[in-house]
């Protein structure tokens, strides 16, 4: 993928915006375990970056995604994994349905404020009991004159205490797990809707992450994006996006992860000499590096199919790997850095500490490992055949 000198001006603003005004508080917001949403979207949206693929009527740059994943892989460059997923339910997961299905009125009343960074979006997918089974979620907006009136529970929501809105799947219907299910943008102002608590958390401390309570929830059926029934549908193109953004945004924390353990250990001196000049060191980090790399062609070569074409089901595939082999090499990564740094990786304020807590969560959320092979080995064919019942 050939990236142009628009691209290199994008990823300029973006490394700038990073080092003024993320880095600097950091170590603040995750002791606080929260940072302040409203405040930074708002900065955020001031320079474009919040709808850099969303249609211009509304707000938006409308470029293509290619510049969405030059923003991805500088916002690597944030001192912790908590910003850059919060960022990225922002523009990547609660809002490209939205932007492709919603109704003209709906995307003026929540599409264009949030690009602007003056509302907050989640998104509601998981539940206590439904996490990487989309299919299985139990909330539900029933029809009652012209509302939804909504019962349930969503866990696992990032940027759940700040947000004004959520994205929310719910049953909407008694058929099959998938078709009966809809999207519906929710208020979170609204009566009914509880935040109940906020989740304390291995890792990603800066964002948080909160459980919702939907009590009897009404919302007008204006609210519905795109067609009833469809929800399942769109949600797993939102996962798309949602997954090229992960494995994007996480490249650049890699590479930062391999240096500083270069850098650290230059210096650290053991039986006479440089711990790098072990080969086993210095060979190993150079294997890590060439496994970054080989990531950043798969996330590349994925872009480029889905500027293409968004609804190519080799995307499907290939989102899907990207997701997969960001979580473990994500994993690999960290545990070996911290490794070659001993005692002081052990410790808990070191940044490779930190992205070994942080990054554990990349083979969890947004669909686990074990979904995310599971949809690879469907596409390729190689799913064991149901047997046919006698």
Known sequence: MLFTAEHDRLRQTVRRFVEQEINPHVDAW????????????KKLG??????????TEYGGLGLDYSYAVAF?????????????????????????ALARYGSDELRREFLAPTIAGERVASIGVS????GSDVAGVKTTARKDGGDYVINGTKMWITNGMQADWICLLA??????????????????????????KKLKKLGMWASDTAQLWFEDVRVPQRHLIGGEGMGFFMQMQQFQEERMFGAASGLVGLDRMIQSTIDYTHERQAFGMPIIDN???HFRLAELATEVESLRSLVYRTCERYVANQDDMEVVKLASMCKLKAGRLSREVADSCLQFWGGMGFMW??????????????????GADEIMLGIICKLMGTLPRKKKST
Do not use: W
Request: overall charge negative; glycine content about 12%; some cysteine.
């Open 46 to 55: 001031d320079l474009g970056l919040l709808g850099i693929t969303k249609p």
């Open 279 to 281: 080969q086993a060191v």
């Open 171 to 196: 049953n909407t219907g008694e058929g099959k797990p998938h078709e009966n299910k809809s999207l519906i943008v929710v208020p979170l102002d609204a009566k009914g809707v509880t935040r109940a």
């Open 72 to 96: 991805a892989e500088e916002l690597g460059r944030i001192d912790c994994g908590a910003l850059p997923m919060a960022i990225g339910v922002q523009t990547d997961m609660a809002t490209p």
């Open 349 to 366: 304020d070191n940044p490779i500490a930190r992205a070994y807590r942080d990054t554990r969560l990349v083979s969890i959320g947004g």
């Open 30 to 41: 995750e002791e606080a375990e929260i940072f302040p949403a409203h405040q930074l979207f």
């Open 127 to 130: 539940e206590p009991g439904a």
